[in-house]
């Protein structure tokens, strides 16, 4: 699935296996996006930072980093700080349907 052109959310979520290879499914997020949902989704409370186009909200587990999550490199490459990162789960939503 692409990221580039979303037209409705979608969730990256990040899987490490025994040996500590990281693998990443992306898939359309069809569930309502309210606090509650959203914080279910990531496994937390939520962050919510633009993405470096500016289309796009990235909600992220606020103490993913703090927590030791996995780093999901497909949402760091979206994201608009070269010298930070991204960790856990995400959904990518288009700036908009996140009230």
Known sequence: MEISNLESPVIIKVQ???RGLVDYTISSFT???DL???QDAVG???EIQKSKDGKYDIVMNEEGKLRSLP???????LYDHPDDY???DVI???VGLIE
Do not use: F, Q, R, S
Not at 71 to 77: E, F, G, L, R, V
């Open 31 to 33: 569930k309502d996006l």
């Open 86 to 88: 991204i960790v856990g």
């Open 44 to 46: 937390g409370y939520i």
């Open 92 to 94: 990518i939503a288009p």
């Open 71 to 77: 780093i999901n490199k497909p949402a760091t490459d």
């Open 16 to 18: 490490v296996d025994e």
């Open 36 to 38: 509650e949902t959203m």
